[in-house]
């Protein structure tokens, strides 16, 4: 079962909190040298905050229907099983639902104020805070309908200029939230906001009840995501 044993630590615009399984392991120590990719250790939930943004803005939502595997472009992804997709998207809606946040179910005639997004990593060492092709991962996706993107665009992370290349092992969930007022036409970017990850938690050996705990856990670590006040459309 992921515990509550909380380190905590800021930097920046980076404001991660690291729950570890058990007493099985630690928070990786960031690097200074981006050439150096450092591992996140198997077995944690960690968090990310944008300390610069303003999560009180923030009210209604959408999220993806699908958990995307991913992987590197020019890399096969490995598999990783599909058997919780289902559960692990039920318990991320809920727990925003609970939050107070609103879900908008037509995207494309209400805009949202966030998108969510969730992935989980088909790669041995996924670098997850790198510029994303996140289009090219969730184009498909009806909660994007609320603008126009193509593959041009890509996602930015603010946690990046802080960790550097972190990589991910395999099975690992990554829930991504994304400021719909983040999109710049401009720059062809959008900008994370938060993140969630549960290193290792797709690993055909976790149950349901475990990966339940694990996205709890990323909202537990995660108080200041509470709707001020919901804005129904």
């Given at each position: ?28 120590a ?99 805070f ?45 829930v991504?939230?994304i ?24 690993n ?30």
């Open positions: 079962m992921f515990g509550s044993s909380f380190v905590r630590r800021n930097a920046r615009t980076l404001l991660p909190v690291v729950g570890l399984l058990g007493a099985a392991g630690s928070f990786a960031c690097t200074s040298d981006n050439n150096l990719v450092v591992p996140v250790v198997t077995g944690t939930v960690v968090t990310f905050k944008d300390s610069t943004f303003n999560f009180t803005t923030l009210h209604t939502f959408a999220i993806a229907d699908s958990v995307v595997h991913l992987a590197p472009l020019s890399a096969t992804p490995l598999v990783v099983s599909r058997q919780f997709d289902a559960l692990i998207l039920s318990d991320v809606r809920n727990n925003f639902l609970a939050r107070g946040y609103v879900q908008i179910s037509n995207p494309s005639a209400v805009k949202p104020d966030f998108v969510v997004l969730v992935g989980a990593t088909a790669t041995t060492s996924f670098n997850a790198v510029g994303s092709p996140f289009f090219v991962f969730f184009g498909f996706s009806p909660a994007l309908s609320f603008f126009t993107f193509d593959a041009s665009f890509t996602e930015t992370f603010p946690f990046f200029s802080v960790v550097g290349n972190t990589a991910f092992d395999q099975g690992t969930l990554i991504d939230l400021p719909t007022n983040s999109v710049n036409p401009t720059t062809r970017t959008v900008r994370s906001a938060w993140a969630g990850v549960a290193t290792g938690l797709i055909g050996v976790n149950t349901a009840d475990q990966i339940t705990s694990a996205i709890n856990q990323m909202f537990i670590q995660s108080p200041y995501l509470t709707a001020p006040g919901p804005t129904v459309p």
